[in-house]
């Protein structure tokens, strides 16, 4: 006896409609879904989909780095730059000095000094107790510089001006002179580009991100002590130094870090962001004290070398950190 084989269709919500089956003739043979596996597989399978679904929400897409992590970028930069004005000045006063034939060093300034006592009359000791009479001048009781009275028992001391002091003092002056002259070359020549520098990479920081403005500012520095070193060595002239720090300026000062480091534990802190800066401010004003005082007393015996590559050192180990260790912390970049 035959049997007729049909498809199951589709359920039908509605019982009034008449479902039509097409038989199935018995030669075509009955080809059923095979199980891929049990039920108990199934369940398990089902099971380790969810908990890696469960996973995968835990953990963030792009999390952002620890916020401390610019911290070594700033002190480095702080370190490196705090003692730049102190030297450069240093430098222009003692060039200045040599060139005008002054003799700068303490035992020549003692000297001076001393010479410049026994040039001038013996002064009378001050005996506080004595008050003047109430019909004395005011006018004889002022000094005369000029000459001195002959009083007997005392020799007449003639009042010579001392020709060499005054010379030193005019020197001295000339040296304040060209300095000052200096320093306001050196800010011209420096702030055009700085300026022009900070705003394009500050205003931008958003889109470029923050590492550049902590890059290129290392970058400038490297430049600037190494040819401050060939200056320095080889004696070349104030106009060497002028260009040198203009062409550092291109690269964005010290503050451009110091905005790069704020903007960088913004984007990295949400919660505890006043602690994080309250930190960075502390090391910020420990780290500008401490260059000025090591480098004010090395300069009271020793030169410029040893400052300026100390400085240049700090400068490389910057660059080298923000390149390949400084993580960026702007999502989009």
Known sequence: MSTRKYRLADPIDNDNVAVLYRPVLPTAALRLPRLAMSNDDELSSRSVLLNNAKTIEKVPSNPHPRWWLVLPSLLLIILASAADPLLLNDLIVRR????????????????????????????????????????????????????????????????????????????????????????????????????????????????IGRRPLLVLPFLGKVFRYSFMLIIVSRDLSNTWIIANHALEAMFGSGGLVILGALAYITDCTNEGRTRAFLLTEVMTVVARIIPVLAVSLWLRYYLYIVPLSVTLALSVIGLLYTLFVQPESVESV
């Open 96 to 207: 200045y000095e040599r060139y005008y034939g002054l003799n700068a060093s303490a035992g020549a300034q003692r000297a001076d000094c001393r010479q410049s006592m026994t040039t001038l009359a013996p002064i009378m000791p001050i005996l506080y107790g004595q008050f003047p009479s109430p019909n004395q001048d005011a006018l004889q009781r002022r000094p005369n510089y000029n000459f001195v009275q002959r009083r007997p028992g005392y020799n007449l001391v003639q009042r010579r001006p001392n020709y060499k002091l005054v010379q030193l003092r005019s020197d001295y002056t000339l040296v304040q002179r060209d300095a000052s002259s200096f320093n306001v070359k050196n800010s011209i020549a420096t702030l055009v580009p700085s300026v022009v520098s900070f705003i394009l990479l500050g205003s931008n920081s958003d889109i």
